[in-house]
């Protein structure tokens, strides 16, 4: 399916609309990224854009075949909303916290080590870990877990965990409302779940706040490498960025409480097709969807905004459990929050002139200077940051938006993109290997053997995605990290 790209730049190119209906699928990507979409891929993209209400698909460099829709992509509705193009990790995201260490402090491996123990010791890694197995949690009663799903990171809610208040004006969203605008919706939305048998399950899935999860989740301390040019380092200063020092990126989602209610919604959106006889989009049932103004799409963006504000106070929290951690390791420690932005959620932004549900599954906001919705922020004359993890061996980087990010829906990759699936992944690397590769980069991490279906050769080359960014001009780097160890589970990813 590859021969229905058509290209129109170095990096950038399209693929017609199903039967030439409406715009075609904007395509982000060099010509070695463009060859590695496979055609699960190809086709999800175009059932995405054939179904309905959809007016736009991008499919970026990073883009793979994912849940109904690819991950990896935006799709844009004015009038419907899609539970699969923001998956079952609802407000899956980054952050990252700046600290006033020079890198140099961390060099010894003692140092590093004692580092990562006692960030274990706070945020403990599995897909059902919580709380309750951390050595120095937070007592998460029933009122503060439902303040944390309907308020999401409110000065109250903050204060009961020990975060600084301030690092909320710091996030791409500090909190979400429901359907109509209101925190009133999402309270009388999460009554009737508790009301009706999910009482017992919430505690524990409020519980887990402060804490990754498994799979392709982690936390990485970074050495910070400014770019040395002008509007990088004047964006570095704006962010908050310091040169040569040890910054802190952490990835992690809703956890459980996100799966819980995305699950759901699937289930009963597949009832209400059945029991109607709607047929679903190409015949998947991942593309389920609900008209905005029905009961079915008000439950749905109420259910989203619960799972994205436990999603924003569970990375709030895991960077005050971070800075602690180090902290006790290095005293003195101080730590500046940076930015916290999602790619699994749907928000309603202007694109092209018209107010639409823009879908981000594995997909980043990318908002340059002066746009509209950076006017109340300190980015208004810079952009965002945009935290882009690539893996541990070939580091990441923190990008800000372009003008022609208005082509990609104002979006860019999430990362780098799976170019094996996991189990492919356990059958080709070996773990030796693997293993080897990160300690001749220097790169210590928590696990006995790191992960193999999470090595990096098991996603694809880094710098072949953030050329294409470059290349479609969407996106500049501002400064680059470079892994010195990393938190990580081997369990199944939540998402």
């Known amino acids: 399916m590859k021969h229905l790209i058509h290209t129109t730049g170095s990096a950038t190119g399209f693929i017609p609309a199903p039967n030439n209906n409406g715009k075609p699928i904007t395509v982000i990507g060099n010509k070695s990224i463009m060859e590695s979409f496979d055609s ?59 600290f006033n260490i020079l890198d140099e402090v961390i060099d010894d491996k003692i140092t590093r080590r004692a580092l990562i123990n006692a960030i274990c010791k706070r945020t403990p890694t599995g897909a059902g870990k919580g709380q309750r197995h951390s050595q120095h949690g937070r007592e998460i009663n029933h009122e503060l877990g439902y303040r944390m799903a309907t308020e999401g990171a409110s000065e109250w809610v903050c204060n009961q965990l020990g975060i600084p208040p301030e690092w909320a004006t710091r996030c791409e969203d500090s909190y979400h409302f429901g359907h109509d605008g209101s925190t009133g919706a999402l309270q009388k939305r999460l009554d009737l779940m508790l009301n009706t048998g999910y009482r017992d399950r919430f505690l524990g899935k409020m519980q887990q706040v402060g804490t990754y999860g498994g799979g392709n989740h982690f936390g990485e301390a970074e050495r910070v490498e400014v770019i040395k040019e002008s509007d990088a380092q004047r964006a570095a200063e704006v962010f908050g960025l310091k040169d040569q020092h040890i910054a802190f990126l952490s990835h992690c989602g809703s956890r459980g409480f996100g799966h819980d209610l995305a699950s759901r919604q699937f289930k009963t959106l597949e009832q209400k097709f059945d029991a109607w006889g709607i047929p679903y989009p190409a015949n998947d049932k991942k593309l389920v969807y609900a008209p905005l103004g029905t009961q079915e799409a008000n439950d749905y963006i109420d259910d989203m905004a619960m799972g994205a504000n436990f999603a ?20 003195g420690s101080k730590g500046n929050f940076i930015y916290f932005i999602s790619h699994n959620i749907a928000r309603q932004e202007i694109i092209h002139n018209q107010k639409q549900w823009i879908h981000r599954k594995g997909a980043t906001r990318a908002f340059p200077a ?43 990759n999430h990362g780098a993109g799976r170019r094996m699936g996991r189990k492919h992944a356990f059958r080709e690397l070996d773990q030796k290997d693997v293993d080897t590769d990160l300690d001749n980069h220097d790169i210590m991490h928590n696990s006995r053997a790191y992960p193999r279906d999470e090595a990096p050769d098991a996603y694809k080359d880094f710098q072949e995605v953030l050329d294409s960014v470059e290349q479609a001009g969407l996106a500049s780097v501002v400064a680059k990290l470079k892994a010195r160890f990393v938190i990580k589970d081997a369990s199944k990813a939540d998402d």
């Open 40 to 98: 699960t891929c190809l086709k999800q993209a175009l059932n995405s854009r054939g179904a309905p209400g959809v007016t736009e698909v991008v499919l970026n460099p990073d883009a793979h075949a994912g849940y109904g829709a690819p991950i990896g992509c935006v799709m844009a509705s004015p009038t419907h909303i899609y539970p699969g193009p923001v998956g079952v990790d609802i407000k899956c995201s980054m952050s990252l916290i700046q």
């Open 312 to 331: 924003t106070v569970n990375h709030l929290f895991i960077n005050q459990l971070v800075l602690e951690a180090f902290q006790e390791v290095l005293p």
């Open 370 to 412: 002066g746009h509209h919705d950076l006017s109340e922020t300190p980015f208004y004359e810079t952009g965002h940051p945009i935290l882009l993890p690539g893996n541990p061996r070939d580091g990441s980087v923190i990008m800000t938006a372009l003008p022609g990010a208005e082509k990609s829906c104002y979006s860019v």
